[in-house]
T-cell receptor
């Protein structure tokens, strides 16, 4: 099966600019996650969707970050305006509803964002 | 609050020897513990997991041990191979919910 697709792979922007990331999960996967991985840290959940509804966005900085999942398939994550501390790799992951616990998720290769 | 901790940022091991990666956690409600492997410029890939009701799970060269009383788990790789060189993340979850990740350990296997 095709994996989780993310684009772009790299993005460099100036602070206060806006940026958007795109994710296409594995076909049929109902659950989609966006994680932020800052250099030297483990990935941290930003938002979790089930189909096109939000399950958990408690760690999403809602004053500048927004995310949507169109028709329960593709998803976009937006940052507006960006800050220097937003420099990180943004990982998208997906899993199926029937997936047994403990099998984790399938991650995409991520988008590396550098804010200068 | 870091619920999953990996206190060793790096580990170097000779090819053919055993690699032992350690992980500690604070939340006794975790149901599953997982190990992910990450190569540069790639996303993490699932390696092996263990249920909280077990103390050992083995898959080929990889074995995970869980000590619930100590809130500690470890990943053993035997024998270690150069292709195992990567960053290893420990993660934990309750049910099918969010994964909590540690900060990772960079393993280098020396040929």
């Amino acid at each position: 099966e095709a994996g989780v697709a993310q684009s772009p792979r790299y993005k460099i922007i100036e602070k206060r600019q806006s940026v958007a990331f795109w994710c296409n999960p594995i076909s049929g996967h109902a659950t989609l996650y966006w994680y932020q991985q800052i250099l030297g840290q483990g990935p941290k959940l930003l938002i979790q969707f089930q189909n096109n509804g939000v399950v958990d966005d408690s760690q999403l900085p809602k004053d500048r970050f927004s995310a949507e999942r169109l028709k329960g398939v593709d998803s976009t994550l937006k940052i507006q305006p960006a800050k220097l501390e937003d420099s990180a790799v943004y990982l998208c992951a997906s899993s199926s509803l029937g997936q047994a616990w403990g099998y984790g998720y399938t991650f995409g290769s991520g988008t590396r964002l550098t804010v200068v | 609050d870091q619920q999953v901790k990996q206190n060793s940022p790096s580990l170097s091991v000779q090819e053919g020897r055993i690699s032992i990666l350690n992980c500690d956690y604070t939340n006794s409600m975790f149901d599953y513990f997982l190990w992910y492997k990450k190569y540069p410029a790639e996303g993490p890939t699932f390696l092996i997991s263990i249920s909280s009701i077990k103390d050992k799970n083995e898959d080929g060269r990889f074995t995970v041990f869980l000590n619930k009383s100590a809130k500690h788990l470890s990943l053993h790789i035997v024998p270690s191979q150069p292709g195992d060189s990567a960053v290893y993340f420990c993660a934990a979850q309750t049910g099918a919910n969010n994964l909590f990740f540690g900060t990772g350990t960079r393993l280098t296997v020396i040929p």
